[in-house]
């Protein structure tokens, strides 16, 4: 479609599609957030639908980005792929507590309201769907998605709920939003393995795209969760990524890699890290474990501790 075809049909979509409330609208009385931009956001399924299904009507693509707020560049990055690819971009903002253990960081994971509006402005975010926690999970909610495949082992060994937990959110994101493409960071290996498998095994009718590591500039993997970290952390965190580097290069030789990892975790623990809780190469697809001989694409990928904030990061080979 052209250029100008395409805004002449969005703008008519706008005119149609029920109003989502912006900076500029009336904030609901039941809102906690007042809005602060320009971008539109719905906190209803019903009025999710009725904006998408008008979309749809002018013949638009959607996009999809799955986010739980406290936005950085990463974040960002996917919401460029989802305006690149589709004409139309909607990102979820839920923090979503079916994927926190009672021991976890639910009740202070960072909430950035006003910001991320502010950032989603900048990267032509058509729409945020933010909704409470009742509109998501009902009273007498009672079904969850249980992942097995990709989600056996690494995460799973340390955090047992977890891929159920955004297993069953993004189902329900999918069924909610109905886009053409979702996408998902690389940061989070398993999570986009496991999300492939379950699109894939229930016949959900979108493609999920996966998209690269967006890194500080020492190489650090940008997470929302890096703000817990005191600078002396900051400044030893780049190790995780320096060496699941290391373990990779010694990987792609074909080298039995058991060394590099021993190696690996002694310089984790040396940096700092109090507990490592995995650091393995595995199958890139399967994420089974795998030979150093087998001739499968192979992915490092490792998860550690630093004070108080847990660190994942992987890398291909
Ligand atoms: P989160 O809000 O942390 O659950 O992440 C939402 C989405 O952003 C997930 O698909 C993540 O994999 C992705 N993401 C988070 N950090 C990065 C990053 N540094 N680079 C690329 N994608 C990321």
Redesign the pocket.
Same mark, same amino acid.
């Given at each position: 479609m052209a250029k100008a075809t395409r805004e002449t049909v969005a703008s008519k979509a706008r005119k149609s599609a029920p109003k989502a409330r912006t900076g500029a609208g009336k904030p609901a009385a039941a809102s906690r957030r007042a809005p602060t931009s320009a971008v539109p956001f719905t906190r209803t399924v019903r009025d999710l639908r009725q904006i998408v299904a008008a979309w749809r009507k002018a013949g638009q693509s959607v996009g999809l &980005?799955?986010?739980? *707020? +406290? %936005?950085?560049? *990463?974040?960002l990055? %996917?919401v460029r792929i989802a305006k690149r690819r589709c004409d139309r971009a909607v990102v979820s903002?839920f923090v979503?507590p079916a994927q926190f253990a009672p021991n976890e960081d639910f009740d202070t994971y960072p909430r950035t309201w006003d910001n991320d509006l502010a950032q989603l402005a900048t990267v032509g975010c058509d729409l945020v769907w933010s909704p409470e926690r009742l509109e998501m999970y009902p009273e007498g909610f009672d079904t969850r998605i249980e992942p097995k495949g990709a989600a056996l082992g690494l995460e799973t060994e340390f955090r047992p709920h977890f891929f159920s937990g &955004?297993a069953t959110v993004c189902c329900k994101l999918f069924t909610q939003v109905l886009p053409d493409i979702a996408?998902? *960071?690389?940061?989070?290996?398993q999570? %986009?393995c496991v999300i492939r498998q379950m699109v894939r095994d229930l016949d959900l009718p979108l493609q999920i795209v996966g +998209?690269?590591?967006?890194?500080e500039a020492d190489g650090l +993997?940008? =997470? =929302?969760?890096n703000r817990y970290l005191t600078p002396d952390e900051r400044a030893k965190a780049v190790t995780i990524h320096r060496v699941i580097s290391s373990v990779a290069t010694a990987a792609a030789k074909g080298q039995d890699t058991s060394a590099v990892v021993a190696a690996g975790r002694k310089r984790l623990t040396q940096a700092g890290f109090a507990k490592i809780d995995y650091l393995e190469v595995r199958d890139a697809q399967t994420l089974a474990p795998l030979e150093a001989s087998s001739p499968r694409e192979k992915r490092v990928l490792a998860a550690a501790w630093l004070g108080q904030t847990r660190l994942i990061d992987n890398v291909a080979v």
């Open positions: &980005v799955p986010t739980m *707020g +406290a %936005l950085h560049d *990463g974040h990055e %996917l903002i979503n &955004v996408i998902f *960071g690389e940061k989070d290996y999570q %986009l +998209a690269e590591t967006i890194r +993997a940008m =997470s =929302s969760r």
